[in-house]
């Protein structure tokens, strides 16, 4: 069966829910990822959003947002931001979350704040591109046991430093982390339109988990913006099976993902 | 208490200044907001607002857009599905408004601290991350140690951080149903009303029914604001329009798109201001720009069905009229409501 990149970012993203988890999806493509996994292989998975609208699943289309009538037509309860993201999230209760991200780094700090002429000036002006902040990426990011950052592979996008940290992933690598005492983990996987990227258990930066049937080694790191390391053992993401491609496209019902 | 229903314009003259710190509810990016007391706010000229944004909303996109608010808190300057929201973007690249960034989680926090009386809130989120070390408040301050200062738990010597409580002078929140004497019931997410309703100095809600108080003793644990935290109620029709009220309407995607584009520009900002803030004097009038279509288009959606259980206790229009000449801001000429 044909497939896209995005369903193919889509699956290998829902492939890291695992039947059981509590998940916390953001709107958009991480949506998708998030409900084919339910639709597919981990029915007893339970997704929630930060707006605290828990046991829905959205009907009519992908929502426009996290609150909208959308996803919320057949909830079992309404609750509020410091339930979702306090409560549930912050408290390292969440197996898994799903963020996207317009700029990564090696050690999966994440940028969706924005981008400046000059990101190293110490004086933190108007930026020459504002984006969309953190919203609970920041929250997710601090708090989940398990984080998977789902984005396009474009050089633009990978970058050695990125312009802002909205989400912090590894800090400066190794065990910085600790330093913050977050409750969740952070980033397990870099999933992308290319492959999938995961970091040294030492280090943590991130290297070639696996490519894409269609992607190569090289393409990967021609469209990252620093040295990408490749694990020791790197394989091949194995393509969707027919029956993931078909759960997803009942998910996808406006066929956002099937765009080339 | 006292039947505390009040006309839009009143409502906005009398408790919107300049230069006052402002919060709007829920501030969600396609669901609940006051909108309509935005877009009254804006008809009314105040400038110099500092909001409190739990969320980019179309009320914050129309307040930069237009030069009403020049310094922004918030947790997220998206509009989600809809996109980045225009106005909003290009004033912070302007620099004429300042963002001043937290996370979805962080600003209910601070809520909750002013909410309670707290001098700071402890926070595991948005430390270690350019949250805490960038200011756009105070540009000149890197790494900002001000803004979310690192403190230490007195009880195990681990790292923390400070969030600065958020104290709104006004909330006008949104919400679906209320009645005279201002207690509230949400549909959908109330996401930080809760909190902010009880940070809020001042609280006006802006309630798309109001519904007899028999129905808020029928459904007590449901009122989440309750009448003793409420200044004043403004009755209003889909009044978080082209946004979305989870039972009643949904979001109107044409406008929803359409505003956005026009608030890209300060032809466009202005053009939309004549048309969809200046342009309707009553509620009536309001309707009647959105459109009977539009309306039903917007009105039949799969969430109606939550509505079901209120809809005996809702008051019609004139019994709205009625009840707004016995209030207890009604003049004794009082004009109909606009």
């Known amino acids: 069966m044909e497939f896209t990149r995005q369903e193919m ?39 929630m959003t930060e707006g605290g609208v828990y ?51 090696k050690f999966g700090n994440v940028n969706t704040t924005g981008f400046w002429t000059d990101p190293t000036n110490p004086y933190f002006g108007p930026p020459k591109t504002r984006l969309t902040g953190s919203g609970g990426a920041n929250d997710i990011g601090s708090g989940c046991k398990r984080v998977v950052i789902m984005m396009a592979h474009e050089l633009k996008r990978f970058a050695a ?51 894409y049937p269609f992607s190569s080694i090289d393409e990967m790191k021609a469209n990252t913006g620093w040295d990408l390391k490749v694990s020791p053992n790197v394989g091949i993401t194995p393509e969707p099976t027919a029956g993931e491609l078909e759960a997803l496209r009942s998910v996808d019902v406006t066929g956002m993902l099937k765009k080339k | ?26 501030a969600l990016p396609v669901g609940s907001d006051s909108l309509v007391f935005g877009r009254e706010i804006v008809r009314q000229g105040r400038k110099n ?27 997220f300057s998206g509009l989600e599905v809809y996109g980045f929201p225009s106005g909003l973007r290009r004033a912070v690249e302007a620099g004429t408004v300042v963002w001043e960034d937290y996370s979805n989680l962080s600003m ?8 309670l009386g707290w001098p700071f809130v402890p926070t595991t989120v948005n430390i270690g991350s350019d949250i805490q070390w960038r200011s756009a408040f105070k540009p000149d301050e890197y790494s900002c140690k001000s803004k979310i200062p690192e403190v230490k738990d007195p009880f195990t010597g681990k790292i923390c951080g400070a969030l600065p409580v958020a104290k709104p002078e006004l909330a006008a929140i949104h919400v679906t149903m209320a009645d005279i004497e201002g207690n509230a019931i949400l549909l959908g997410t109330e996401w930080s009303r809760y909190e902010l ?44 329009w082209p946004q979305c009220s989870v039972g009643i309407y949904d979001s109107d995607e044409e406008h929803m798109y359409m505003m956005n584009k026009m608030l890209g520009s300060a032809d466009g900002a202005a053009e939309y201001k004549a048309k969809y803030v200046d342009g309707w004097n009553t509620q009536e009038e309001f309707l009647a720009m959105i459109g009977k279509e539009k309306i039903e288009k917007i009105t039949t959606n799969p969430t109606t069905h939550l509505m079901d259980p209120y809809r005996k206790w809702i008051k019609t229009d004139d019994e709205i009229q009625t009840l707004m000449q016995e209030s207890r801001f009604a003049a004794p000429t009082q004009a109909k409501q606009s």
Not at chain 1, 191 to 206: Q, S, Y
Request: glycine share 10%; hydrophobic share 45%; proline share 5%.
């Open chain 1, 9 to 47: 970012m889509a699956i290998a993203t829902g492939r890291e829910i695992r039947d059981g988890d509590l998940c916390i999806f953001g709107v958009g493509l991480s949506m998708l990822a998030g409900y084919f996994a339910l639709a597919y292989h981990a029915p007893n998975a339970i997704s």
């Open chain 1, 55 to 105: 046991g829905a699943t959205p009907v009519g289309g992908l929502p426009w947002g996290i609150e909208d009538n959308r996803i919320s037509a057949n909830a079992t309860c309404f609750s509020n931001a410091i339930d979702a993201l306090g409560f549930l999230v912050s408290s390292g209760k969440c197996d898994l979350g799903i963020i996207g991200a317009a700029q990564v780094d």
């Open chain 1, 161 to 211: 430093k990125v312009d802002y940290i909205t989400t912090p992933g590894f800090l400066n690598g190794g065990n910085e982390r600790e330093k913050y005492n977050f409750p969740g983990g952070g980033p397990v996987a870099i999933v992308t339109t290319l492959g999938i990227l995961r970091p040294d258990p030492v280090t943590k930066e991130f290297m070639i988990d696996t490519y």
């Open chain 2, 1 to 26: 208490m006292p039947n505390k229903l009040i006309s839009l314009k009143e409502a906005v003259s009398g408790f919107t200044y300049d230069s006052m710190v402002y919060a709007s509810g829920a």
């Open chain 2, 49 to 75: 607002i500092h909001y409190l944004a739990h969320c980019c909303c179309q009320q914050v996109n129309l307040f930069a857009a237009l030069g009403v608010c020049d310094k922004i808190e918030g947790g």
């Open chain 2, 108 to 115: 209910p926090l601070r809520f909750l601290g002013a909410a």
């Open chain 2, 197 to 240: 309703a009880r940070a809020a100095d001042k609280v006006i809600l802006q309630a798309d029914f109001i519904v007899d108080t028999a129905c808020m003793r029928q459904y007590p644990n449901l009122v989440r604001i309750p009448d003793l935290l409420v200044e004043a109620v403004v009755p209003w029709q889909l009044g978080a």
